[in-house]
C-alpha cells in the first residue's frame, strides 16, 4: 500500500511541475558566465525538461555562437528565473547537448 501511495505522489509531482512549465536550463561554462549556472525556471515554452543553449541550438540545426547566445536571453528575459545554481556537468549530459570533446 506504501509503494502504491508513493507511486502515486511521484506521479502528481512530475504532472505538477510538467504542468506548471517548470524546467531546468543549463549554461555551460563560457566567457561570459565563466563558473557555468543551472537555472529553474518557469514561462518558458520550446524548452525541454531539461535543457542547454547547445542542445535547444542543436534541435534547430544551428549549433553556433550567436544562436547560444540568443537562447539563453531569451530564457532570461522571457521567463522567470525561480532558483539558481551551480552548474552541473550531469545535467548538462541530459540536455541532449551535442559533446564537443574535453573543455
Known amino acids: 500500500m506504501k509503494g502504491l501511495i ?7 509531482v512530475i504532472l505538477i511541475v510538467w504542468l506548471g512549465g517548470i524546467r531546468i536550463f ?3 561554462p563560457i566567457g561570459a558566465i565563466p563558473e ?4 529553474i ?3 518558458i515554452r520550446g ?7 547547445d542542445a ?10 550567436i544562436c547560444r547566445g540568443m537562447s539563453a536571453a531569451r530564457v532570461a528575459q522571457e521567463g522567470t528565473v525561480v532558483l539558481r545554481l551551480p ?5 548538462y549530459d541530459l540536455s541532449g547537448a551535442p559533446d564537443y570533446g574535453p573543455q
Open 6 to 12: 508513493a507511486i502515486c505522489v511521484a506521479l502528481a
Open 26 to 28: 543549463v549554461i555551460q
Open 36 to 39: 557555468g549556472v543551472t537555472a
Open 41 to 43: 525556471v518557469v514561462n
Open 47 to 53: 524548452l525541454n525538461f531539461i535543457d542547454s543553449p
Open 56 to 65: 535547444f541550438c542543436a534541435r534547430q540545426g544551428q549549433p553556433n555562437l
Open 87 to 91: 552548474y552541473s556537468q550531469a545535467l
